[in-house]
């Protein structure tokens, strides 16, 4: 089996690691995969100089790539899992995911029912739900 677990940096997502790390059985592989949404946080932020927009992509990148060797560190170390793969792509989530999903033939899709938002009045979020709609894989939502 081929796993792809969606790592944002929420409780939802690193409960979404822990179920694929319980699943997990030798012959498997582990893909991690975290996701620089750079559009959407200049959306949503509205106040900020775009003469540093370069060294706030460099931030986002950089803290995507620290989320990745945790995660990753983790894998290998603490659950002794050697075939992981880590993966920093630039896009937006939802169509990401999915893409990778295709390209990398994955059997489950381990992601959060929220990410970052953390809002309990949402019953899912529209990444998990535009990935249940459109990926080909099984897909484990956890919460």
């Given at each position: 089996?081929?796993?792809?677990?969606?790592?944002?940096?929420?409780?939802?997502?690193h409960k979404a690691f822990?179920?694929?790390?319980?699943?997990?059985?030798?012959?498997?592989?582990?893909?991690?995969?975290?996701?620089?949404?750079?559009?959407?946080?200049?959306?949503?932020?509205?106040?900020?100089?775009?003469?540093?927009?370069?060294?706030?992509?460099?931030?986002?990148?950089?803290?995507?790539?620290?989320?990745?060797?945790?995660?990753?560190?983790?894998?290998?170390?603490?659950?002794?899992?050697?075939?992981?793969?880590?993966?920093?792509?630039?896009?937006?989530?939802?169509?990401?995911?999915?893409?990778?999903?295709?390209?990398?033939?994955?059997?489950?899709l381990c992601l959060g029912?929220?990410?970052?938002?953390?809002?309990?009045?949402?019953?899912?979020?529209?990444?998990?739900?535009?990935?249940?709609?459109?990926?080909?894989?099984?897909?484990?939502?956890?919460?």
């Open positions: 089996m081929k796993f792809l677990i969606a790592i944002d940096g929420s409780a939802n997502s822990l179920k694929a790390m319980n699943l997990y059985k030798e012959t498997d592989t582990i893909v991690l995969l975290v996701v620089v949404d750079l559009v959407h946080y200049m959306m949503s932020n509205t106040n900020f100089d775009m003469t540093l927009i370069s060294d706030i992509k460099q931030g986002m990148f950089d803290n995507g790539d620290a989320l990745l060797k945790k995660y990753e560190d983790l894998a290998r170390n603490e659950y002794l899992i050697n075939n992981v793969e880590a993966i920093r792509v630039e896009g937006t989530p939802k169509d990401v995911i999915v893409k990778v999903v295709e390209d990398k033939s994955i059997d489950i029912r929220v990410g970052l938002i953390n809002n309990d009045h949402i019953t899912m979020g529209s990444t998990s739900n535009y990935c249940i709609r459109n990926c080909t894989c099984d897909i484990l939502v956890c919460r």
